[in-house]
């Protein structure tokens, strides 16, 4: 079983994957942006829930260039 072929056959584009790649990457600053307005005792964790989300944007994309080859 291919999981791309799978994606692709039921109709997810590689486009909706670099959506997800760019709007992680929006999502990831606004994280950021956000904690920097919190109380200073909170803010680690806001930061590590920026980080967090910034990582998806990297497997959105590989997820991206893996559906575009497929298709």
Excluded: C
Excluded at 23 to 36: D, E, K, R
Aim: hydrophobic share 45%.
């Amino acid at each position: 079983m291919n999981p791309i072929k799978a994606l692709v056959d039921a109709g997810f584009k590689s486009e909706y994957a670099y959506w997800g790649g760019f709007v992680s990457i929006g999502l990831s600053f606004a994280s950021w942006g956000l904690s920097q307005m919190k109380d200073p005792r909170d803010k680690a964790q806001s930061d590590r829930w920026g980080i967090f989300v910034g990582h998806w944007a990297p497997t959105f994309f590989a997820l991206g260039v893996a559906l575009k080859l497929e298709e």
